[in-house]
């Protein structure tokens, strides 16, 4: 961006000087009572015009067509990258898990297997145990957990343990991944010494190498979209689903089975061997951020294939079809820290169930706001 604007302005320098160069070579030759000799006035523009270009070269072109195949790759391995909260977050190269110690490389490629392909070892029909629905973590956090807005485990390592109030403890790595073995894959939790368990703590923090304590790399997570105006419809959802979603999910939503019949093709998105009702997808704003970006299977954050109203209308549709209960008497134990789009009551405020279900949410927000600004003030 410099230097383009550099190398015009040098441009018009030299000409200038070159004028009056030439006009002082003129007067120069008419003061010495000679006559201006033309050839080596014109061996001074030539020589002028040749420093202009030449230099002009040295700087627009690239500096990888110089200094091509530069060494220094050979002789310094990359970098650990440093993730801060403004960097976008890919997930470490797995090449380097072989510079691991053995047994604790093994771990953590086992932890990833298990992220990945979670069904073979532990769904209905797994190798190791069966106490998960079928689905693979992998099917909602895409890339194994490292894609970025792919609901990625960037941010785990270096935020974990921490309160969340779902609980109203203090949760660790362990927890919160036995939390989505019990809701999204509406399974059977963990042992924590389990081999399984540590297998997949080990690969949440070998993804954490180069994050600092208490740092969110951008990119992890759930996007949260903007609050329609209007409460999100499930009919305008169905013609969504209809169009983009079915050709893989099915019409029924039941998704399709690979050719050996024990793994998908295409996860369900509801009935029984879908995510249960204290999953984080049945939210619909945790849906809606999450397809928004990654959904129909191809989408990247980089261009999104649904507006952000056919994305909450869309989760309105899926969110509203049957799939496997959970008692969550237990959760939020605080009630006035439940999102504002908790579908299911007590709530602390006046709106009514169906609109902390499909919003309008703005006004919930804006209460719940006010409400906590009041609850800060009578602390002090
Ligand atoms: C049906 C979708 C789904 C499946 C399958 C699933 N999860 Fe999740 N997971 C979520 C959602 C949604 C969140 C919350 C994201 C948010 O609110 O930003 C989440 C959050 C997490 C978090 C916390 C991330 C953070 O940064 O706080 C961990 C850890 C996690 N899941 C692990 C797993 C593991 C391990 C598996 C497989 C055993 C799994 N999940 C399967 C949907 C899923
Ligand atoms: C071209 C096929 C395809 C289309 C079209 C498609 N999906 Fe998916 N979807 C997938 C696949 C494959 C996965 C699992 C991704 C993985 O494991 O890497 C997935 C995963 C999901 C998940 C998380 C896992 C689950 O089953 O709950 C949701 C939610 C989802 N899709 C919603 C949608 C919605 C909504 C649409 C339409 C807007 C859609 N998908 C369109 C193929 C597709």
Same mark, same amino acid.
């Given at each position: 961006m410099l230097l383009g604007l550099a190398v015009p302005i040098m441009a018009i320098f030299v000409l200038v000087w070159w004028h009056n160069l030439d006009d002082a070579l003129r007067a120069l030759s008419m003061q010495g009572g000679r006559p201006l000799d033309e050839r080596s006035s014109k061996r001074t523009t030539q020589a002028v015009w040749a420093t202009v270009i030449i230099t002009s070269a040295l700087v627009l072109v690239p500096k990888p067509l110089i200094h091509h195949t530069s060494d220094t790759a050979a002789t310094h391995p990359p970098p650990v990258p440093r993730y801060t909260a403004d960097s976008l977050w890919y997930g470490p190269? %797995?090449?380097?898990?072989?510079?691991?110690e053995t047994t604790r490389a093994s771990l953590v490629r086992y932890g990833r297997e298990l992220i990945a392909n979670t069904a073979a070892y532990l769904g209905p029909q797994g190798s190791i145990d069966h106490?998960?629905?079928?689905?693979?973590?992998?099917?909602?956090?895409l890339d194994a957990g490292t894609r970025p807005w792919g609901n990625n485990y960037g941010a785990v390592w270096s935020t974990y343990p921490k309160f969340r109030e779902r609980s109203g403890t203090m949760e660790s790595i362990v927890k919160r991944v036995n939390d989505c073995i019990e809701r999204s894959l509406n399974g059977k939790a963990l042992d924590s010494a389990s081999h399984e368990m540590l297998a997949i703590v080990a690969y949440m923090e070998w993804l954490g190498t180069g994050i600092g304590k208490g740092v969110k790399p951008k990119g992890t997570g759930i996007i949260d979209l903007a609050f329609l105006d209007r409460p999100a419809d499930p009919v305008r959802g169905e013609r969504i689903f209809k169009a983009k979603c079915m050709s893989c999910h099915e019409a029924d939503g039941q998704g399709r089975k690979n050719a050996d019949g024990l793994t998908y093709l295409y996860p369900p998105?509801?009935?029984?061997h879908s995510y249960n009702?204290?999953?984080?997808?049945?939210r619909v704003s945790r849906f809606a951020g999450y397809v928004k970006n990654n959904m129909p299977q191809g989408t990247t954050y980089a261009a999104p294939q649904l507006t952000d109203e056919e994305a909450w209308d869309v989760a309105a549709y899926v969110d509203s079809q049957q799939r496997p209960d959970r008692d969550l008497s237990k959760d939020w134990p605080r009630i006035a820290a439940k999102p504002v789009d908790h579908p299911f009551g007590p709530y602390t405020? %006046?709106?009514s169930e169906p609109q902390h279900k499909f919003g309008p949410f703005g006004p919930i927000a804006a209460a719940k706001k006010k409400n906590d600004a009041k609850a800060q003030a009578s602390k002090k």
């Open positions: 190269d %797995t090449t380097t898990i072989a510079g691991l106490r998960t629905n079928g689905m693979n973590c992998q099917n909602c956090h998105l509801w009935g029984e009702v204290g999953a984080g997808l049945y405020d %006046t709106f």
